[in-house]
């Protein structure tokens, strides 16, 4: 299917798309410390040049979907900016975020390479169009509540600002309470609209408010998921990732321990080359 090369990156460029090697995005829920943060790039960082992958470093300044008022959140817009653009500047990687309004784009368009809608606020056009005139790429995640279809409104809505530059992500529907579940076709149908086509393995296998006042997850099955994405066709793999997922202050148990993250990519990999 031909589709657009979509660049992301200021000083280490990233190609997603058609022919393009398999871009991964991947990093901690949420910035936990500046420190972490940092600590989480550089060794994303000497991960990316071992396996010579393309890399993404991802993390949020504000997670304000979180179930409980009382959850963890994040540093927020200020202090969360410069962490992220403190990541890009040390280690090279392009790195994204997501954004929840409109005041957030500007100022993130010029910390991040990538601007990032989460699921929830698929449909929200001024947010789309806000990421969209920073001129830089923008991911949106399909809504769990969207058929895969749906996602063309967001292309035309990208377009309609003069933004081309746009990943979409597939990261599960609702099926029943609590539950998510992936429809592979997802992959080739968002891909006819001309859009790169990312796969999130690790809130794909979110069980939302899944412990009452905080999601569950099952992150035994982020291999399977990911592995069955590849195969399907997807231009890039999305995988939150920790040293110990199960002191994280965030999705913790979608997460992928960072030691395990190694053998994941390289068996992917593994399949993408047999793909092509």
Same mark, same amino acid.
């Given at each position: 299917?031909?589709?657009?090369i979509v660049?992301i990156g200021?000083?280490?460029k990233?190609a997603c798309?058609?022919?393009?090697?398999?871009?991964?995005?991947a990093g901690?829920c949420?910035?936990?410390?500046h420190d &972490?943060?940092l600590w989480?790039? #550089?060794?994303?960082? /000497?991960?990316a040049?071992?396996? !010579?992958i393309p890399?993404?470093f %991802?993390?949020s300044?504000?997670?304000?979907n979180?179930?409980?008022?009382?959850s963890?959140?994040g540093?927020g817009?200020?202090?969360?900016?410069?962490?992220l653009?403190?990541?890009?500047?040390?280690?090279?990687?392009?790195v994204t975020?997501d954004?929840?309004e409109?005041c957030?784009?500007?100022?993130a368009?010029?910390?991040?390479?990538?601007?990032?809608?989460?699921? &929830?606020?698929?449909?929200?056009? #001024?947010l789309?169009? /806000?990421?969209?005139?920073?001129g !830089?790429a923008?991911?949106?995640? %399909?809504?769990?509540?969207?058929?895969p279809?749906?996602m063309?409104?967001v292309?035309?809505?990208?377009a309609e600002?003069?933004?081309?530059?746009?990943?979409?992500?597939?990261?599960?529907?609702?099926?029943?309470?609590g539950?998510?579940v992936n429809?592979?076709r997802a992959?080739p149908?968002?891909?006819?609209f001309?859009c790169?086509?990312?796969?999130d393995?690790?809130?794909s296998v979110?069980?939302?408010a899944?412990k009452?006042d905080?999601?569950?997850?099952?992150?035994?099955?982020v291999?399977?998921?990911?592995?069955?994405a590849v195969a399907?066709?997807?231009?890039g793999?999305?995988i939150?990732?920790?040293?110990?997922p199960?002191?994280?202050?965030?999705?913790g148990?979608?997460?992928?321990?960072?030691a395990?993250?190694?053998?994941?990519?390289a068996?992917?990999?593994?399949?993408r080359?047999?793909?092509?």
């Amino acid at each position: 299917m031909a589709g657009n090369i979509v660049h992301i990156g200021h000083l280490s460029k990233v190609a997603c798309g058609q022919g393009q090697p398999l871009v991964w995005i991947a990093g901690p829920c949420v910035i936990e410390s500046h420190d &972490f943060t940092l600590w989480m790039g #550089d060794q994303l960082a /000497a991960l990316a040049n071992q396996l !010579k992958i393309p890399l993404i470093f %991802k993390a949020s300044f504000d997670k304000a979907n979180r179930t409980s008022g009382k959850s963890f959140r994040g540093p927020g817009l200020q202090e969360g900016l410069k962490t992220l653009e403190m990541v890009r500047q040390r280690t090279g990687l392009p790195v994204t975020t997501d954004i929840h309004e409109c005041c957030h784009a500007e100022p993130a368009g010029q910390a991040c390479d990538l601007l990032q809608i989460p699921a &929830f606020l698929a449909r929200q056009t #001024d947010l789309i169009q /806000a990421a969209a005139r920073t001129g !830089k790429a923008v991911n949106v995640k %399909k809504g769990q509540f969207m058929a895969p279809w749906d996602m063309k409104n967001v292309v035309s809505k990208m377009a309609e600002v003069g933004n081309h530059q746009l990943l979409l992500t597939e990261r599960g529907s609702t099926f029943g309470y609590g539950q998510l579940v992936n429809d592979m076709r997802a992959i080739p149908w968002m891909q006819e609209f001309g859009c790169p086509v990312i796969f999130d393995a690790t809130h794909s296998v979110q069980k939302p408010a899944g412990k009452g006042d905080k999601s569950d997850g099952d992150r035994r099955m982020v291999p399977f998921l990911a592995k069955a994405a590849v195969a399907c066709g997807c231009d890039g793999v999305f995988i939150e990732t920790h040293p110990r997922p199960d002191e994280a202050l965030s999705d913790g148990p979608n997460m992928v321990a960072l030691a395990d993250l190694p053998a994941l990519i390289a068996c992917c990999q593994r399949l993408r080359t047999a793909l092509h």
